[in-house]
């Protein structure tokens, strides 16, 4: 049973029926506001909604528009969740608690649902305005309303840190939303809520306020996406992870103790992960073997063929030539089953 992921978009629909459908949709599925827009007649818009249970990931396209937040609808319908809004096209505009922003190239905010707002988005040459947006129910969060404060209305820095990490976290998910199982909705809720937790405390700087297993999950995560990213560089050591992290590496060792895995266990997994990726992967099928390896930071090719056949089974250039001559086989009884129907 996969999770829950439902979508929407206008493209589907009469040009009539868009924008009314569009605004039905979209304040079903996140919270009740007053939109209005001078794009009825061509209204463009889509919503993707990824469903965690107490957490929602939703990615969001629509044209140029206006939102308000009463505190009439607060009083008919107040969920009780922040939101984390992640730019992705266009302009967009957030006020709340008397502070406005304006996100452009990749900004970020947070707000609060059961506070007044108002927002807008615009959009050059008649294109879309588009975000990712993250909601999180305040319970889930161990830092008090008030203190979250200073934090609402406020563009967030975006080069890197907690916020990018976040970011990334969620382009991820919604990626590969096909692939989640119900199963795993509460782990990946608990890592969602858990980061941004940390993106709060670190903004705040509280993070010491953070209860000890809420930061122990978002560190380990933290460790996990910088691992990652730097799976090509042969010199990735626990010292060095150690060190990027601000802890010693018996406490790195202790993260990684608890997830049953060495520090090099888990880099090796991961390495192996991306060789196997690209020797499937017809469009590199003229890249050596050695090469492969050597992208995802194996320096010998005898340990890196051993390494690889211990883990599935077969030597790296039998897992290709078996992975791609079953693709061409497939295609050539395509092919022969085209030619010869009459």
Known sequence: MAVIESAFSTDDLPKADRWASWYEFGTQSHLPTLIRTDHQDDFQGAVRVLDLGPVQVSTLTYSP?????????????????LYFVVHQ????????????????????VIYDTSRPFTAWATAEHDAVAGCVILQVPRELLPIRSQTLNPLL???????GGLGALLSRHLAELTRNAPQWT??????????TADLFAALCAHELETVDALPPETHRRALQTQIHEFIRQRLGDPALSPGTIAAAHGISTR???KIFQDQGLTVADWIRRCRLERCRHDMADPQLHSRPVHAIAARWGFTSAANFSRTFRAAYGLPPGEYRNLHHGGARRERTSIVQAVTTTP
């Open 65 to 81: 528009l206006n939102v308000l937040r009463t505190p009439k609808l607060i009083r008919q319908s107040d969920p009780g969740v």
């Open 89 to 108: 096209h266009g302009r967009i505009g957030i006020a709340q608690n008397g502070r406005e922003v304006v996100l452009a190239s990749q900004g970020q």
């Open 153 to 159: 209305a406020v563009g967030l820095p975006q080069g």
């Open 182 to 191: 119900a199963a795993d909705a509460a782990r990946l809720a608990t890592i």
């Open 251 to 253: 406490q790195l060792y």
